[in-house]
């Protein structure tokens, strides 16, 4: 049985790459599968994914046009067969006990999603000067003793400042994105926000631990170092739109719940129109 698909969109990354690729080798928790997606890399990426892919049998291997990243992940999750998801970037790093670990808890509690905690390195000097912020950006400070449902997860994640929407910060019940049919917004950037947002909203059992399992590499010309822009904006609203529509959609009774979903989906607003 495969315990956790782990998936991973590549576009130009051959630099990062292998390291990516040796850190989620290296899992103590053997029964997986490595999902990577070539999203039409112009560089030696999929040279090095094919290259892994004879090496490994735990590695597939799918090549695609440009088709951002959204694309890539959701094709890569209409293929996968663990019982767990896990979404990781391909210049990124994880703790080689991570897998074992977070599976045990999941396993033990019987969860829809699992949050942790990450924190990031800098590819120079001049990055971290830039951008200091990012070093605690992934870190959940708060205290978590209970297995809560998601909509209440997502209520407790705010009021500690600990709602970070990357889905490499989460494990992922695979059953859960089937039945509630939950995929990645096509065509923008920012699409983390309205997925987590429907895995929150639509999850029965979630959890969250502190330890820290991944590692954001902060590197020039990525969507996180770039000035924003048009397409920045774009990603915020159609994201805006849609966690309205999801909100709508659920039937919550918990009236302090729905407070605090209103409150986030009035600040995220709040943002959009000061870009």
């Given at each position: 049985m495969v315990k956790v698909s782990v998936?991973?969109?590549?576009?130009?990354?051959?630099?990062?790459?292998?390291?990516?690729?040796n850190s989620v080798l290296a899992q103590s928790l053997k029964d997986i599968e490595i999902i990577c997606v070539n999203d039409g890399s112009v560089d030696h990426s999929l040279q090095i994914l094919r290259e892994y892919?004879?090496?490994?049998?735990?590695?597939?291997v799918l090549d695609q046009l440009n088709g951002g990243q959204s694309v890539a992940r959701n094709r890569a999750l209409d293929l996968a067969s663990g019982k767990y998801v896990y979404f990781m970037d391909s210049d990124d790093l994880i703790v080689s006990h991570m897998l074992e670990e977070l599976w045990d808890i999941c396993e033990r509690d019987d969860l829809d999603v699992l949050f942790f905690s990450g924190t990031s390195f800098y590819e120079n000097d001049s990055l971290e000067e830039k951008h200091k912020g990012f070093i605690n950006t992934y870190y959940r400070k708060g205290n978590y003793p209970n297995v809560v449902s998601g909509p209440e997860m997502l209520a407790e994640l705010h009021a500690n400042g600990d709602y970070t929407v990357?889905?490499?910060?989460?494990?992922?019940?695979?059953?859960?994105?089937?039945?509630?049919?939950?995929?990645?917004?096509?065509?923008?950037?920012?699409?983390?926000?309205?997925?987590?947002?429907?895995?929150?909203?639509?999850?029965?059992?979630?959890?969250?631990?502190?330890?820290?399992?991944?590692?954001r590499r902060v590197r020039e010309a990525s969507v996180m170092t770039r000035d924003e822009?048009?397409?920045?904006?774009?990603?915020?609203?159609?994201?805006?739109?849609?966690?309205?529509?999801i909100a709508g959609e659920q039937q919550i009774s918990e009236p302090h719940i729905n407070q605090k979903i209103e409150y986030i989906l009035w600040r995220l607003n709040y943002h959009v129109q000061r870009l």
């Amino acid at each position: 049985m495969v315990k956790v698909s782990v998936i991973i969109p590549v576009f130009n990354v051959e630099k990062y790459l292998e390291d990516c690729l040796n850190s989620v080798l290296a899992q103590s928790l053997k029964d997986i599968e490595i999902i990577c997606v070539n999203d039409g890399s112009v560089d030696h990426s999929l040279q090095i994914l094919r290259e892994y892919e004879k090496k490994y049998t735990q590695i597939k291997v799918l090549d695609q046009l440009n088709g951002g990243q959204s694309v890539a992940r959701n094709r890569a999750l209409d293929l996968a067969s663990g019982k767990y998801v896990y979404f990781m970037d391909s210049d990124d790093l994880i703790v080689s006990h991570m897998l074992e670990e977070l599976w045990d808890i999941c396993e033990r509690d019987d969860l829809d999603v699992l949050f942790f905690s990450g924190t990031s390195f800098y590819e120079n000097d001049s990055l971290e000067e830039k951008h200091k912020g990012f070093i605690n950006t992934y870190y959940r400070k708060g205290n978590y003793p209970n297995v809560v449902s998601g909509p209440e997860m997502l209520a407790e994640l705010h009021a500690n400042g600990d709602y970070t929407v990357s889905p490499c910060l989460q494990l992922i019940r695979r059953q859960l994105l089937e039945e509630k049919n939950i995929r990645f917004c096509e065509g923008i950037i920012h699409e983390d926000n309205c997925f987590t947002f429907q895995v929150l909203l639509s999850a029965e059992k979630a959890f969250c631990v502190n330890d820290i399992y991944f590692y954001r590499r902060v590197r020039e010309a990525s969507v996180m170092t770039r000035d924003e822009n048009y397409r920045n904006l774009r990603g915020y609203y159609v994201c805006l739109v849609r966690q309205l529509q999801i909100a709508g959609e659920q039937q919550i009774s918990e009236p302090h719940i729905n407070q605090k979903i209103e409150y986030i989906l009035w600040r995220l607003n709040y943002h959009v129109q000061r870009l």
